[in-house]
């Protein structure tokens, strides 16, 4: 029989001190829900460990009672990963965000979940260093390993299960494992890195992360490009990709996120599909991918190039980018945002991106597209009001419309964001019977199915 | 109760054409061995499908009678991974051995596992594409992904796991399922790729691969660096590496094998500890970082430096290197074989590296060091007489002493080469708690133990 709320409590207390353990009504509420469109739901308690050890306990405490434990970041996810429907223990990491050490020879930084990556990036540019990896949100390292995150530079550095060398993972009866090494490279053992980076919680609660660093690069050159249409757009990233220019960085954003983007940034871009590219380097290098690239995009029906080298210009290009899904957000305040988040391969994004914008307007909603295209990974943001259902039922249509045509040409529903609930109804569809095994991993290391239960996989 | 040999036949006969299946004492001897120290051993039959049908014909019957199943490529391991040591039906996959399809757009190539990675490279060239992973043999790219395989271009392209974007696997039960897609990044479902790549035969049989290729660079160039001491040299790439400058290639060959390659190749190059480099990238840039790198070797007592840029001479340079193996064997006709592979954070190399010269020395041992010293790994390669027990028995010492050396410093036991059954001693002690995960994945996905037992876990 489940304890109750009052039990759970009193069990916690002991393992972990008052103020640690809360079932505060607004901590709560501040657990039940993340940025997306999905209903909010409350956890029963809400902790706050400080060390491993008290992860474990917390673990060991929940399999003996049998309760849910969902583990929490800051709550930035975009498919309700870490909403806990099933009720239970959240764990919240906020009191785990210390960097625990920085190998500069190594490339290498040891940190604690809570650590969020502008928080690392501020810390490692002492040293010459940064982490590459860069969702919109200011997210938690231990939350973009759980989501197996990514963002504008993995076409260059890799999403981030490419940056992680180590996790220390608490499994559901509390054994804590190491999944990897310091080594660069290993063919030791079943490689569990790559298992538990994407597995939102589902087999275990990340308490440390050894990751890959870079160092920053001699030179950085950006550059804002118009096009007449996304499809030219498209088809100069894809032009400039095999002539084997190396891109760090290739975003699209189309004319009506160019507008938001103008708006909430004060910006005065040209609004007109525009990718937003970056190339690393040493200069005399990149001054002849870049006479090169300009070559390319003339070809593509270019309207205007700007490039941009100085750091301040740099990082107003960046921010605009990176402030685009707030800037729908604060331009639609009584609307929540639904992202799609399909990912193809390059050959099959320009027709991908017509398809989704022919949807928006067959169905009549406001929308606007943005991508990291160098990996084919592209995102419609649309602002819905989740009290009509009339809209949702138009935008889930939408979602799946578009999911759909991605997987039909060999893509998959989720790029970047993760399945969480939102994109458990397509699990089937894209793996088929492999989804079979990874139910048959969950069940091996979670018998009991209390770690994050009902994410990913349905039960 | 298990079936006689001649049930077996009768039963394979009954799925497979008369020349698919096999008893030839000299096919089964064939496979009975891979290029290691390692005691052979004999399959009951060796079996050739042509087609994933068959694969998963043969894993049903296996299934149903309860006889293992050992995959075989080129039998190139280095661990003993192919030898079946609880005998049963070996499945030969070279009659899978075509290039499916080259998506020149999506830099995508889908192949049979029986290809082997000089076979793919040939097909393309024709395209402008080049296949990175490049380990010493002429392997199979099924069994280059089961050993999660590397080689000299790892430090710039990455390791077999990270070219993997789907397998197609026959699972022990017949069932074929696909761990990827086509996508360039996915955060869907748990990540089944990086679990099946470097799983050596264990939970399945590859029957297809879409790996990742890249278009041939604009320009290359190689180096040879020679320096007074290895350690020397190792502090010269460290230098390097955290200069910024992109190495494509970086392979240490201390003065022992230098001696060997100058006898096999037919080559004169000094004898000393010597860097082999490439580099990859546009003219200007590489001009640029080739002088920024001549500054830091002359720092680190570099004592020559010779530059290539036309083909030949890249061919013949990198030959030497490749051949060092081979000219080992063919320098110790009588001997076999046994080759340490560690793999250590960079910092900790170079004492690695001294430590197994002073330990080689202690135990009179012959032996040349050799490594992929951009990631942190190197190998000793000793030529052991398998008639003297006592030369076995201090090859080993020496193997142990160098495993645990790195291990003790976050390294790991094999960087390349995997565990089949010369590195399981080490499993243990470098996973802890977490081989329980690994064997609680194997005993999920292939119950009876059918799938090459007794390999990377001890059962």
């Known amino acids: 029989m489940l304890p109750t709320t009052e039990e759970l409590l009193i069990a916690l207390k002991g393992i972990l001190s008052q103020d640690q353990v809360s079932i505060n009504q607004t901590i709560l509420e501040q657990h039940s829900k993340d940025e997306s469109y999905h209903t909010p739901s409350l956890p029963d308690i809400v902790v706050f460990p400080a060390t491993t050890e008290e992860v474990s306990n917390i673990l060991k405490l929940a399999s003996g009672f049998k309760v849910p434990v969902i583990p929490f970041g800051r709550g930035t996810s975009l498919e309700g990963h870490v909403i806990p429907y099933k009720k239970g223990i959240t764990i919240d990491f906020s009191l785990m965000n210390k960097v625990l050490e920085i190998r500069e020879q190594d ?61 220390e993972v608490v499994l559901a009866d509390g054994t804590v494992i190491h999944t990897g090494s310091l080594a660069e490279k290993s063919s030791s ?13 589902t087999l ?25 249409t996304v499809h030219d757009a498209v088809s100069a990233v894809v032009s400039i990709l095999s002539a084997g220019i190396p891109i760090a960085r290739v975003e699209l954003v189309d004319e009506q996120s160019m507008k938001q983007v103008n708006l909430f940034s004060d910006t005065d871009y040209q609004v007109k599909p525009t990718l937003f590219l970056e190339f690393h380097g040493n200069k005399a290098g990149l001054k002849q991918d870049v006479e090169f690239m300009k070559e390319i995009v003339a070809d593509c029906q270019c309207e205007g190039i700007e490039f941009e080298t100085d750091q301040a210009a740099l990082n107003r290009l960046w921010e605009a980018r990176h402030n685009l899904a707030y800037a729908y957000i604060h331009g639609y305040p009584d609307k929540k945002m639904m992202t799609t988040d399909v990912c193809l391969p390059i050959s099959e994004l320009a027709g991908a991106i017509e398809h989704a914008r022919e949807e928006l307007n067959k169905l009549g909603l406001t929308g606007g597209i943005v991508g990291h295209v160098g990996d084919g990974n592209f995102h419609t943001v649309l602002m819905i009001d989740t009290n009509n259902s009339e809209e949702i039922k138009k935008a889930e249509e939408f979602n799946e419309s578009i999911v759909l045509h991605a997987l039909e040409r060999g893509g998959t529903c989720t790029g ?44």
Chains 1, 2 share one sequence.
């Open 107 to 167: 490339f290498l930084v040891k940190v604690q979940p809570g650590v969020t990556r502008t928080q690392l990036n501020k810390e490692l540019k002492k040293y010459g260093l940064f982490f590459s990896v860069d969702p919109g949100a200011d997210a938690t390292l231990g939350g973009m390993a759980a989501t197996n995150a990514s963002g504008t530079t993995s076409v260059r550095y890799g999403v981030m299960r490419d940056q992680v060398r180590d996790l």
């Open 189 to 201: 053992g079943l490689h569990l890195n790559g298992l538990f980076v994407g597995s939102e919680g």
């Open 204 to 228: 275990g609660c990340f308490t440390e992360l050894t990751l890959r660093v870079y160092g920053i690069p001699e030179y950085i050159m950006a550059a804002r490009a118009s096009f007449p």
């Open 416 to 459: 970047e964001h993760g399945v969480g609930v939102g994109k458990q109804k397509y699990q089937e569809r894209e793996h088929g019977e492999a989804l079979k095994v990874m139910e048959k991993i969950k069940m091996a290391l979670d018998p009991e199915n209390l770690m994050n239960p009902n994410k990913i996989m349905k039960f």
